[in-house]
């Protein structure tokens, strides 16, 4: 973590008119074609290295008391991008903006910005309110004190003032770091994977934490992550970024509704994708009301039906005789073979190979079933079998249209 101070206030930006951006008053974040480069120039013998471009050309805002969350595989960029916000890396060009003002030229620690990694980096020799107190040491000491004292309580530390670090959890090492980079109200909040190091279950915890703690003190924040449960959970909006690029940014409802595209959807985990027909069946997200072309008549790409990771239902036994198509699966009914079943999250996933249509082989997938008591039949009431043969039928809920 490193606390910079604020700057001087800015003045106002002129209003923002470009297109995939929301109109707005120029009041925060502003990144605006952004590239950042690594090496390059001249190579032995006269040859020029061109580097790599980790970010190349990047636009997005961050609204006041906005969370947004960098998501993408590893080597995309988002650590680059954030680096470059943060001015812990060059920008090669584009600008990075706050409040309007340019911040080309302005140091990492007159920014304003707090940052945190993935290790807290925390004081050994301090306790654990000493390292919260780090960032605020010109405070008046009682007004430090109840500052360390609310922050605590803020990131679910309460009384653990007095602990030395080296007896901490890693999640209360996070914790701390938390509210140490709170601590001087940055205005701007980086968080670089600060959950990664811990284990999953620990995660998900903290990750609700987190979110809660930015929202109580209203902080404007960044979050870069690779697990897109992470970043729906904190961020009010999801950048997803790949090969430098931003693919998509929505609040994380409708990136998981309605992904713009393939590469989109099979990061946020969907499973499988097979050719729609033209017209789209009915029921389907995405498909219009009266089902007579597609939605963009512009787009000429036949539509994929992407299919979610909860997109699939064990339907009942394969039997030999037709069983009626379960009601909302816009028709698409697969035989599939079983090849073995897992208890998570409060239901039977089903691992099954399905013939899809269109494909060449068959494609290894997930289907739900419901445990006992609920109204989705499986073979025998139980779980069925390896090497059993069901059918599998598309839950629309679970599923999305992508056209590229
Ligand atoms: P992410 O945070 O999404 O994992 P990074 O921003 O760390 O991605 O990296 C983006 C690309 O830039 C990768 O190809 C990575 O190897 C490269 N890169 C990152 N940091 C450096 C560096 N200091 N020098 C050279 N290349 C780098």
Not at 68 to 90: D, I, M, N, Q, W
Not at 155 to 173: D, F, I, K, N, Q
Not at 201 to 217: N, Q, S, V, Y
Request: proline share 10%; with cysteine; glycine share 12%.
């Amino acid at each position: 973590m490193v606390q910079t101070d604020p700057a001087p206030a800015a003045h106002a930006a002129p209003q923002d008119a470009r297109p995939g951006t929301a109109p707005r008053d120029g009041a925060g974040l502003a990144v605006r074609d952004v590239v950042v480069r690594y090496g390059g120039g001249g190579g032995r013998g006269g040859r020029t290295d061109p580097g790599t471009t980790a970010v190349a050309g990047v636009t997005l805002d961050v609204a006041p008391g906005e969370v947004l969350a960098l998501l993408g595989p590893s080597g995309c960029g988002k650590s680059s991008l954030l680096r470059a916000v943060a001015g812990l890396e060059p920008v090669a060009a584009g600008s990075v903006t706050w409040d309007g003002r340019d911040l080309a030229g302005v140091p990492v620690h007159r920014r304003g910005f707090g940052l945190m990694f993935q290790e807290g980096q925390l004081f050994p020799h301090r306790d654990v309110a000493g390292n919260v107190a780090y960032g605020i040491a010109g405070l008046p000491r009682a007004e430090r004190d109840a500052r360390v004292t609310e922050l605590l309580d803020v990131v679910g530390l309460a009384g653990y003032g007095r602990r030395a670090v080296a007896t901490l959890s890693g999640g209360e090492r996070q914790r701390v770091a938390l509210a140490r980079s709170l601590a001087p109200r940055p205005r701007l909040l980086l968080l670089d994977e600060p959950l990664s190091a811990l284990d999953r279950g620990l995660r998900e915890r903290l990750a609700l934490d987190l979110r809660e703690a930015l929202r109580a003190t209203a902080t404007t924040a960044v979050f870069v992550t690779h697990d897109h449960d992470e970043a729906f959970t904190v961020a009010d909006r999801v950048a997803v970024m790949d090969a430098g690029r931003l693919l998509q940014v929505a609040p994380p409802e409708d990136l998981w509704r309605a992904p713009t595209s393939r590469r989109v959807a099979e990061f946020l985990g969907y499973q499988a994708f097979v050719p729609l027909p033209d017209p789209l069946p009915a029921g389907l997200p995405g498909a219009p009301a009266a089902p007579d072309r597609y939605p963009d008549p512009t787009d000429d790409v036949p539509p994929l039906l992407a299919v979610g990771p909860r997109g699939l239902r064990v339907l009942a036994p394969h039997d030999g005789g037709p069983a009626a198509p379960d009601a909302g699966t816009a028709g698409a009914v697969w035989d599939a073979t079983v090849v073995g079943s897992v208890f998570r999250r409060g239901a039977v996933e089903v691992t099954v190979d399905v013939a899809l249509p269109g494909a060449d082989g068959p494609a290894r997938l997930v289907a739900l079933a419901a445990p006992a008591g609920s109204a989705v039949p499986v073979p025998g009431g139980t779980v069925p079998a390896p090497g059993e043969r069901v059918r599998v039928g598309v839950d629309p809920a679970g599923c999305a249209v992508v056209r590229r």
